[in-house]
C-alpha cells in the first residue's frame, strides 16, 4: 500500500514539528518516513498515532551526523517503500548560548555538520531522482539565527546561515528542473516537548504559561504552512516564508541589544 503512495520524508522528526507535518501530510494521502536520532518508544509511538488516524506511516533511526547514513536512507526509501516526492529537514543545531572561547572546534563543526552539511547531503541523495521525475519539494526548518546573528550563537548563527544560503543555491539550480526548496523561518518559541520543553526542563510549562496559547507556534498549525508549500503550483512558488506568533517582534524589528540606542 506504501508503495504506491507518494512518500514524504521527515529527517528531525521529534514530537513538536517533524510528528505534526508527518501526519499532515500523511493525512494528504503521503506515506511518512519519520526519522530521528533517538528514542525509539516515542519514535513507534508517533507511527502509531498516524496509523491510527488511518495513514501510513514508518521509522527509523538515524544519526544525521554519521557518513552515508542520510543517503543509505534515501536509497532505502526509494528501492523499498516509494518515490519521495517531498521532504523536510527539520533538524536544529542549536547548542546554548556559548561564548567564543567556550565553543570547542568539534562543537562549532558538529552544528555546521547537522544545520547546513545535513541538507546538502540530502540534496545530493534525493535531487538527481527527483529532477528524473520533473517534481519534488525540499523544505527546510530555519530560525531567526539564520538572519541576525546574536552572542552566544557562533555555531548555531554560522549554521543556519549557511542553511539559508544554501538553499537559495539549490534553488537557483533545481527550480527550473521542478524541485522546490523552501527556506521556513521559524521566528518564535514552537510548542514542542521533545525540543524547547527539554531545553527548559522544570521550566516549560511556567514558560508557555507566560506566553499563552496564542503567544507560541502551534505545530499542528505550522504543519498546514509545510503542507502549503509542498503544494503549491509551479506558477506560484515561495521561496522563504517567516511564521511567528501575533505578538512576537518581527526578527527584523528586536533589537537584540535594547541597551544599545541603534
Known amino acids: 500500500m506504501a508503495g504506491k503512495k507518494p512518500v514524504f520524508l521527515v529527517i528531525g522528526a521529534g514530537a513538536g514539528i ?3 507535518a508527518a501526519a499532515r501530510f500523511a493525512a494528504g494521502g503521503y506515506h511518512a518516513v519519520l526519522a530521528r536520532r533517538s528514542n525509539e518508544d516515542s519514535l513507534a509511538r508517533l507511527v502509531r498515532q498516524i496509523e491510527d ?9 538515524l544519526n544525521a551526523a554519521e557518513d552515508g547514513s542520510i543517503e543509505e536512507l534515501v536509497e532505502r526509501i526509494e528501492r523499498d517503500i516509494g518515490p519521495i516526492d517531498s521532504a523536510l529537514y527539520n533538524l536544529g543545531a542549536q547548542i546554548g548560548n ?9 562543537t562549532f563543526e558538529l552544528g555546521w555538520r547537522l544545520a547546513c552539511f545535513g541538507v546538502f547531503r540530502l540534496a545530493h541523495a ?7 521525475r520533473g517534481k519534488g519539494s525540499l523544505l527546510v526548518t530555519s530560525a531567526t539565527a539564520a538572519m541576525r546573528g546574536n552572542a552566544g550563537q557562533h555555531s548555531h548563527a554560522a549554521a543556519m546561515a549557511g542553511r539559508r544560503m544554501l538553499c537559495q543555491t539549490l534553488n537557483a539550480e533545481f527550480a527550473a528542473k521542478g524541485i522546490h ?23 516549560w510549562e511556567r514558560f508557555k ?5 496564542d503567544g507560541i507556534i502551534d505545530p499542528a ?3 498546514e504552512t509545510y503542507w502549503h508549500l509542498a ?8 521561496h522563504e516564508v517567516d511564521v511567528r506568533p501575533h505578538s512576537e517582534v518581527p526578527w527584523w524589528n528586536d533589537n537584540p541589544n535594547p541597551q544599545i540606542d541603534s
Open 18 to 20: 517533524g510528528a505534526h
Open 53 to 61: 488516524d488511518g495513514g501510513t506511516a514508518s521509522g527509523t533511526l
Open 98 to 106: 556559548r561564548t567564543l572561547e567556550n565553543t570547542p572546534h568539534k
Open 126 to 132: 534525493m535531487f538527481p531522482a527527483m529532477a528524473e
Open 181 to 203: 526548496v523552501a527556506h521556513v523561518v521559524v521566528d518564535g518559541a514552537v510548542n514542542s516537548p521533545e525540543t524547547l520543553g527539554k531545553l527548559l526542563g522544570d521550566n
Open 209 to 213: 504559561e507566560s506566553l499563552g496559547a
Open 221 to 223: 498549525a505550522l504543519a
Open 231 to 238: 503544494q503549491q503550483p509551479k506558477n506560484c512558488w515561495s
